[in-house]
């Protein structure tokens, strides 16, 4: 029964569930093409949800995604008269600052992250109301980041290499290196891993810092795909993104997880909202259903530690 | 804590000195704010304006004493905006009609408050699933609820309650008297049960509180349920006061509870704190917030300003990394 528990196998048989039902209702969800769609939408909440696990590893939560994507999306785009190089660099800083701001917070000052981040997640909302002055954001992205957004290699969409580049990198990371080690030591007991020597303060700044550029490259990644920014459009983002994190088996308060269960818990979440939205089930039911789906999978998988 | 049983005067004056210095601070800095907002307000002092300001802050103070019950035991709660959007759009559409329907609608909506805390409170003392996830979850599920019932924002609610609660009664606000009587009665019926002083107890230590005899799950059910009826008490005040239902308000309102939570010297981590300072936490928040508005702050730059003074709220509390003797203190 013990596999029954394991996070992993649990969303890989929600996504075959999650498959067949939408391929009895409609056969067409089978086709090459309907895959790589779902896969092209799963790249973005892939690039998001990386960086919410791995502040969610160290035991802390960053809730500034919605805005600090969005401020991103709208400051490169305001940007890409200059080319490229600046249009994307200009957005990466908006990243880097979020994850200073957050990592700061968290690290040196010690409030909470959960708090905090969404105080941060404010300030970037006052930033974006601020230079647009509430109206729809002027400016379209650059030609490259439209490629990268929207456009394909051999029939494979350009983002899904890049969310499997990204992949490779951060799983290479949490595995292989003195880093990814440490990751993992002050997620599970900071004063610990602080006492052995790791520079823990550092750590969580680094961390918050990846989160931010996460987050903006999403927003800048998004705004090729649609081909302009918008006001708001990291909403839709934020609870899938932990929700998929957590899904995929990662505990929220930190220490354990692993990269692989992330990327099926987005594919997962992915491939659940476009079955909603094929059955065309209202916003209001899509909610109810995202909500009992977290609790009904997180109840499933801590089970595990009464057993042990 | 040995000062506690010599019964002078003035060491009961220390011990509560020290339990309550933030709160107090959070107190003084809101009588200076009020202060400068009578000196920039451009209308003389009147009851309108004692009431308008007591109003402001009404919603949210019945929230924040809600998320503070529940922090207390070292949870959170995430879902409380959604709770209050839920009530907000239920009073939209029951409370209205004769007296009798008011009344039915009124305690309906506080029901459906009770109901939603007493979910949140069931499943996180029965499972062991974090508060964070479970309430991010089933936050979700409210606010699809609240959609549900107002997919966009409308609906009515009966006027003359709305009056009767929101102007003032021999000069004092009506919503200030309603904050106050709820609260000192639930402090009063509350305070010295084996309930609240376990609320406390599990957020200094869940471990020692069970070993000591606390009942920590009844605790935990009960601060989460009162959060609910909290939050369903202010999203109704907000109703009386909009006559409307919106179903997306939810967030800002979720946000700034924890803000006046932390604000009114309640600590995260649990233990420390009280209702009254969440009070006062709130109506420093929104007063701050009517500060800018009036000091010719352009209209566009006021989230960011009010974004900046949260930030620099939640950082008072870090103040007591400098007091720590040994840097291992600062790593939880």
């Known amino acids: 029964m013990r596999i029954a528990r394991n996070p992993i196998f649990v969303s890989l048989i929600g996504i075959v569930v999650v498959a067949l039902v939408g391929g009895i209702i409609f056969p067409q969800v089978f086709s090459i093409n309907y895959l790589m769609q779902q896969l092209q939408l799963a790249s973005f909440l892939g690039i998001a949800a990386t960086g919410a696990m791995l502040v969610i590893l160290i035991g802390c939560i960053d809730l500034s995604l919605p805005w600090v994507l969005t401020a991103a999306a709208i400051i490169s785009s ?119 020597g790791i520079r823990t303060r550092g750590i969580i700044v680094t961390i918050f810092v990846m989160s931010g550029i996460c987050n903006a490259l999403t927003g800048i990644m998004l705004s090729g795909y649609s081909n302009q920014a918008f006001q708001a459009m990291g909403d839709p983002y934020l609870i899938p993104a932990i929700a998929a994190v957590v899904i995929g088996g990662t505990s929220i308060s930190g220490g354990s997880g692993s990269y692989v269960g992330t990327i099926i818990g987005v594919i997962f979440i992915t491939y659940l909202s476009s079955l909603l939205s094929v059955l065309q089930v209202p916003e209001a039911g899509r909610q109810i259903f995202f909500g009992f789906v977290i609790i009904a999978m997180t109840i499933s998988y801590s089970r595990r530690k009464e057993e042990r | 804590m040995a000062t506690i049983n010599t019964s002078t005067r003035s060491s009961w004056l220390r011990y509560f000195l020290r339990r309550n210095y933030r709160a107090i601070i959070a107190f003084g800095i809101l009588i200076m704010l009020f202060v400068a907002f009578l000196i920039i307000y451009p209308v003389r002092f009147s009851d309108n304006f004692f009431s308008a300001w007591a109003n402001q802050g009404a919603g949210l103070a019945f929230t924040a ?42 305690i309906l909506i506080l029901c459906a408050g009770i109901c939603c805390g007493l979910v949140n409170g069931i499943v996180i003392s029965y499972t062991q699933i974090q508060p964070i996830i479970l309430t991010i979850a089933t936050g979700a599920i409210y606010y699809g609820i609240a959609l549900f019932i107002r997919p966009v924002t409308g609906g009515s609610v009966n006027e003359a309650l709305s009056d009767a609660l929101t102007y003032s009664v021999f000069h004092i ?160």
């Open chain 1, 78 to 196: 305001a940007f890409s008269g200059r080319g490229v190089l600046i249009s994307v660099g200009v957005g990466l800083l908006v990243g880097l600052a979020a994850g200073l701001a957050n990592g700061l917070g968290a690290a040196i000052l010690r409030i909470p992250s959960i708090i905090w981040s969404l105080a941060v997640n404010f300030i970037f909302l006052g930033i974006c109301v601020f230079i647009t002055g509430g109206f729809m954001p002027q400016g379209h992205p650059t030609a490259i980041i439209k490629t990268i957004g929207i456009g394909r290699t051999l029939g494979i969409p350009n983002i899904v290499l890049f969310w499997c580049v990204l992949a490779f990198y951060i799983i290479m990371t949490l595995s292989r290196t003195r880093f990814g080690r440490f990751i993992y030591a002050v997620g599970s007991n900071e004063r610990v891993s602080f006492l052995s």
């Open chain 2, 65 to 106: 004493v809600g998320q503070t019950l529940v922090v207390l035991t070292s949870g959170i709660d995430l879902s409380i905006g959604s709770i209050f959007a839920l009530s907000n759009c239920l009073a939209s559409v029951f409370l209205n009609g004769d007296l009798f329907h008011v009344f039915l609608a009124f």
């Open chain 2, 173 to 332: 606000p009506t919503s200030l008297i309603l904050i106050l009587a709820t609260l000192v009665l639930f402090w009063v019926l509350m305070k010295p049960t084996r309930l609240y002083i376990g609320i406390y107890a599990i957020g200094s230590s869940e471990k020692s509180a069970f070993m000591s005899g606390v009942r920590v799950r009844q605790a935990k059910i009960a601060a989460y349920m009162f959060s609910g009826l909290f939050a369903s008490l202010g999203g109704l005040f907000l109703s009386l006061q909009t006559l409307t239902g919106d179903a997306t308000i939810g967030m800002s309102y979720m946000l700034n509870s924890v803000a006046a939570t932390v604000i009114g010297g309640t600590a995260l981590s649990g233990g420390i704190g009280g209702i009254f300072g969440s009070v006062v936490g709130s109506y420093l928040l929104r007063t701050l917030k009517s500060i800018m508005f009036f000091a010719g702050i352009a209209p566009m730059a006021q989230p960011l300003f009010e974004g900046i003074v949260l930030m620099c709220a939640l950082s008072i509390g870090s103040i007591r990394l400098l007091g720590m003797k040994s840097k291992i203190d600062i790593f939880r």
